[in-house]
């Protein structure tokens, strides 16, 4: 189990991002499928990877690019269908797994500066997941994103990253038919060890709002019912938690191109 226990907020200046743009796409890259949204479509791709169509293998593994031109060849493909091939006027949100490490996310950067954006953004996921859910009243929030091959808790507080716990681990690990044990426990592990660490009572005030779940795992009750019982707090989740992240990166793209094409106000150059 990776961690990080810092207050850091990640991409703090996205409205000064994306100045003359007019378009965007919100992507979330994720270890098996790549999801794309754009403003007033919505999802207008969910690619599925390890197909052979952009290269042998795929192109992300437990949340890491680990073929990078594959993966280019995956996110032009989705560009030129959303954006089309020419692109000066757009800005591209793509996001990462909260403990991405910065080789990913500068790899992550190069990608999308390749796809002839005016600028790029990458976000991590439980911001993103955060902006999904909507607006909250500032207090802590706990989001836990059960994927494929990686599973996440993260507690935000004010925006801020105030912890964050990942277990390579996801779905994808169990057998057909296998009770979601080994998920289950990677949450209550990272819950716990949050809590062991949280001189605050951040984590409290978290779960008694109840934790956010997110990813595929928000879609099996066998998985969300058990992080209940053990919590003993009730978790909610977003309407499709498959597609929260890039639904939450899609919101932050509005608001950046909000920002992009309001007027400046007078004496106050943007």
């Not at 800005?91 to 990608?111: F, I, N, T």
């Not at 994808?172 to 080994?182: I, K, Q, W, Y």
């Not at 001189?199 to 409290?204: Q, S």
């Not at 899609?250 to 106050?268: E, I």
Request: charged letters at 25%; aromatic letters at 2%; glycine letters at 12%.
């Amino acid at each position: 189990m990776r961690s990080l226990r810092e207050a850091r907020r990640h991409d703090r200046s996205v409205h000064r991002h994306g100045r003359g743009a007019t378009r965007g796409l919100a992507l979330d890259l994720g270890s098996s499928r790549t999801r794309a949204w754009v403003p007033g479509r919505g999802i207008v791709a969910d690619t599925v990877h390890g197909t052979g169509e952009y290269g042998p293998g795929r192109p992300v593994r437990r949340g890491r690019i680990v073929d990078p031109e594959s993966c280019g060849r995956m996110l032009a493909r989705i560009a030129d269908g959303a954006l089309g091939e020419r692109r000066e006027d757009a800005v591209v949100v793509l996001s990462h797994p909260v403990l991405a490490g910065p080789g990913h996310r500068a790899a992550a950067r190069d990608l999308l500066r390749a796809l002839g954006p005016s600028d790029v953004i990458v976000l991590d996921s439980a911001r993103a997941a955060a902006a999904c859910a909507g607006p909250g009243d500032g207090g802590p929030l706990l989001v836990l994103d059960i994927g494929a091959e990686l599973t996440e808790a993260t507690l935000l507080v004010d925006g801020l990253v105030r912890d964050a716990r990942l277990a390579e681990t996801g779905l994808s690990d169990l057998d057909p038919g296998e009770p979601p044990t080994a998920a289950v426990r990677a949450v209550l592990d990272m819950v716990m060890a949050m809590w062991r660490q949280d001189p605050h009572g951040a984590l409290l005030g978290a779960l008694r709002r109840g934790p956010l779940l997110a990813g595929g795992g928000a879609l099996r009750p066998d998985v969300t019912n058990r992080i209940a019982v053990r919590l003993g707090v009730p978790v909610r989740r977003t309407d499709d938690p498959a597609t929260t992240v890039v639904r939450g990166a899609g919101r932050v793209l509005s608001s950046v191109l909000r920002h992009a094409t309001a007027p400046a106000l007078p004496g106050r150059p943007r």
